[in-house]
């Protein structure tokens, strides 16, 4: 399991110009055969990025984390040299035909580069070699950011799906929806009262939009390409 992405970098110059510099080249590989000062990299960044209540709080809560995503899945690690640029991972669900992204996590200062994208590219290529018939995640909305907090999800459940939207704040929905990934179901409360969990799903079928960094797929695509079966 091995690949390098190539993330555009586009820099600001005092002059007000935008001028293009070599992207770095990352790595994608897995952790499980990486050292453990890059493990710990792993861990750290989960503390960082899931700041948050349903987070871990721990150092040695995240590293138990990682070692148990890599005893029952795997995990792939996007890396520049020594430095972890991101990791995600992968979990068995249903005998193997439902494979769960779980967690990602992209360095702060290198958000919004394709980083996230190839993970989950990455991500889809292995579950499928591992027979996914299913991609899946959850995704919490335990800060009242979507149109899914602080309601009565109960009153007619399809609706409040079929209406998701972000309240400002960029919750993470929106990028596994320009994945590919539709909202198919929701737990209510899962993180508190009026906190849901938002579940998220994509038939591994669409793998040919999920090979390399610059591929990406609308909520339209995805339902233009259903209806051409
Ligand atoms: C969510 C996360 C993994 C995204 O990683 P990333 O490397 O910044 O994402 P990418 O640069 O690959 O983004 C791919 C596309 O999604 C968009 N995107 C990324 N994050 C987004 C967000 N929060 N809201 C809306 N769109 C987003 C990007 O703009 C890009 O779109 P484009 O192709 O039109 O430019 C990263 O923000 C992160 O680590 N967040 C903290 C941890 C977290 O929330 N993990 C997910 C928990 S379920």
Redesign the pocket.
């Known amino acids: 399991m091995k690949a390098s992405a190539q993330a555009v970098e586009r820099v600001r110059s005092t002059s007000g110009r935008t001028k293009h510099v070599r992207p770095p080249v990352v790595q994608l590989t897995d952790l499980g055969s990486l050292p453990n000062a890059i493990r710990r990299q792993a861990a750290e960044l989960l503390v960082e ?2 700041n948050h209540p349903q987070g871990w709080p721990t150092i040695e809560a995240a590293t138990r984390e990682v070692e148990e995503v890599l005893r029952q899945g795997f995990a792939i690690a996007a890396l520049e040299d020594e430095l972890l640029l ?1 990791w995600i991972g992968g979990l068995p669900q249903y005998d193997g035909r439902v494979w769960e992204l779980h ?4 360095r702060q200062d ?9 993970l989950v590219a990455a991500f889809e290529d292995e579950a499928r070699r591992r027979g996914a018939l299913t991609f899946t ?1 959850g ?1 919490d909305d335990d800060g009242g950011h979507t149109s899914l907090s602080e309601v009565d999800l109960y009153d007619d459940v399809p609706r409040h799906i079929a209406e998701l939207a972000d309240l400002g704040n ?3 929905f ?2 596994y929806w ?1 994945l590919g990934y539709v909202v198919t179901g929701i737990m209510p409360d899962a993180n508190g009262p009026g906190r849901p969990d938002i579940y998220m799903s994509k038939p591994a079928s669409l793998a040919r939009f999920a090979g390399t960094c610059a591929d ?1 797929i609308t909520p339209e695509e995805l339902q233009a390409d259903r209806r051409r079966g």
Do not use: K
Request: glycine share 12%; net charge positive.
């Open positions: 990025a899931f991101g967690p990602l996590a992209v290198r958000r919004l580069r394709g980083i996230g994208r190839a995640l995704t960029r919750h993470p929106l990028f320009r990406l």
